[in-house]
């Protein structure tokens, strides 16, 4: 019983701690990770990329000297002088200007994508560590019942009312159950420590052990688009800016002007240099591009169809989930009761032992079953947020 004494205070003095709850976790872990800041820092990069893409190219300037006197030093010396820039055609430019703006779009997509895939396996690595430090507290709460049920065993097998392997099975058993217990614990810790790390807590922390999500068949639909969904639409604007780049063989010319000043006279050029787009007029990469906007267009489609079907198979598990959990909270009762009664008529020497420790066995495995029904239902929440975009913003 000093065993018994024991556990209870350190579960009296866990609970008495101060615990950080999951959304105090989440708004720290969000200012100070290093993996969303270096995505963001990838938003700066796409804006310093584009800011490249549509810059103007420099001006050439062109000075010249000529001397026309056969002998060195004379007087027929010609001077010019001439810049030229290049510009591009207005199509091209349009093009450029749709390919930076998909870019950004992208890279937006891509850094939601990264958010809510770390969100999602944030909320899934702190349900699991809920579930292990609800499990190590079930397993303690079982440890005491099978403990009291071997020292009732142990009590009349001195008495001589009760056999040697009746004494040995219980006791087993409970032994089973602290080895379970270490198990659990350090289970546990290794991940409350990939919590820490994270969230970039250098020292130690309470946290609370409670589920995120409510056990509830009552789920929310959002319209918003599920990460992979804002890529694909992100991607098939980025082949259309290169369709629309490629629109016209002539991407720029070459504009020029120049004064020359001779001995006798000053002539002024100005002209223009065309690019003559005999042998290639960019049908194939107006092809190439079409062809990448057909497929990323069946992409989504096909996506679509894939997310609009596992939210209804997420939903539907999770009413299944909630119809079972009802039903073993019912069962749990049950089991309570039966096996108090049990543990009475062992004691006064009226009960069976196998009726007992069959009875116990069952009510610890419908807490078990309860407990994980209560994990799953979190998972299977986490799954249809993240399809629902509910963590892009």
């Known amino acids: 019983m000093h065993i018994i004494r024991i556990l209870t205070l350190l579960i009296v003095a866990s609970l008495g701690l101060q615990a950080m709850s999951y959304k105090q976790f989440k708004a720290h872990t969000l ?21 490249i893409l549509l810059r103007s190219s420099n001006p050439t300037l062109n000075l010249e000297v000529s ?7 004379g007087n027929n010396v010609e001077y010019a002088a001439g810049i030229s820039q290049t510009i591009r055609t207005g199509s091209y430019m349009n ?59 142990k009590e009349r097998y001195t008495s001589g009312s009760e056999n040697r392997v009746a004494y040995l ?16 614990k350090q289970q546990r810790s290794t991940l409350y420590y990939q919590l820490l790390a994270i969230a970039g807590f250098s020292k130690k922390i309470s946290l609370d052990k409670r589920f995120i999500y409510s056990v509830s068949s009552k789920t ?15 991607k098939e604007k980025l082949y259309q800016s290169d369709y629309t ?28 240099n065309i690019p003559l787009t005999i042998h ?6 107006r092809m190439l591009a079409k062809l990448k906007m057909q497929q990323t267009q069946l992409d989504k489609e096909q996506l679509s169809i894939n997310v609009r079907s596992q939210k209804q198979m997420i939903k539907a598990a999770i009413r299944e989930l909630s119809n079972q959990y009802s039903a073993l909270k019912t069962l749990q009762t049950e089991q309570q009761e039966l096996t108090s009664l049990l543990q009475e008529g062992y004691t006064i020497a009226k009960g069976s ?3 007992l420790m069959t009875a116990k066995n069952k009510l610890i495995q419908t807490r078990k079953a309860l407990l994980q029904t209560q994990k799953m239902i979190n998972d299977q929440k986490i799954a249809l947020r993240f399809l629902q975009g509910d963590y892009n913003d």
């Open 31 to 51: 200012k100070n990770s290093k993996i969303l800041k270096s995505q963001t820092l990838s938003l700066l990069t796409t804006e310093q990329e584009n800011n």
């Open 95 to 153: 093009g450029l200007e749709s390919k930076a703006y998909a870019s950004s779009l992208l890279s937006k997509a891509f850094r939601t994508q990264g958010r809510a895939g770390y969100l999602k396996a944030l909320e899934g690595l702190y349900t699991q560590y809920v579930y292990q430090s609800k499990m190590l507290s079930l397993l303690q709460d079982e440890y005491i019942l099978s403990l009291k049920v071997t020292n009732m065993v």
């Open 353 to 355: 032992l196998f009726q």
């Open 245 to 272: 780049m490629n629109q016209s063989a002539l991407r720029n010319y070459n504009l020029y002007a120049g004064i020359e000043k001779e001995p006798d006279q000053s002539i002024l050029r100005v002209g223009l």
């Open 67 to 73: 001397n026309y006197n056969a002998n060195a030093g």
């Open 169 to 184: 099975q219980a006791k087993t058993e409970t032994i089973t159950l602290k080895t379970q217990m270490y198990t659990t």
């Open 220 to 234: 929310k639909s959002t319209s918003k688009q599920s990460p992979k969904q804002q890529i694909l639409k992100a």
């Open 280 to 285: 290639n007029d960019r049908s194939e990469e």
